[in-house]
């Protein structure tokens, strides 16, 4: 499904005890963005349906209609010069935008 960096499951634990709520991120795919896909990230709880990754005591919540499109997805944390934040590198994505959170699917993902 996905894998967690360490980074990512770090900066998730310390965000979500910042938040004071919450068991985990959830991750979905929606429509939208320039590129036809946008991911979206919340901090909440698992769901009905819902896939459990766990890595280093993080977790991530992710349906099983994103489940698809997230397939060999690798989510990451980065601080850089671009700024601080959750990085996705999909594998299933063909093209994405300059702000990284929107992509266009390869055909593997078509429904």
Known sequence: MITL????SKALIDLIASKGSGDGLRLSVE?????????????????????MVEHLGARVFIDAVSGDFLKGSVLDHEDGLSGAGFR????????????????????????
Do not use: V
Request: glycine share 16%.
């Open 31 to 51: 429509k939208g963005g320039c590129a036809g896909l946008q991911y979206t990230m919340e901090i909440g709880t698992q769901l009905d349906g819902d896939t």
């Open 88 to 111: 996705i590198r999909n594998p299933l994505a063909s093209r994405s935008c300059g702000c990284g959170t929107s992509f266009e699917p390869t055909g593997e993902t078509a429904h």
């Open 5 to 8: 960096t360490d980074a990512a």
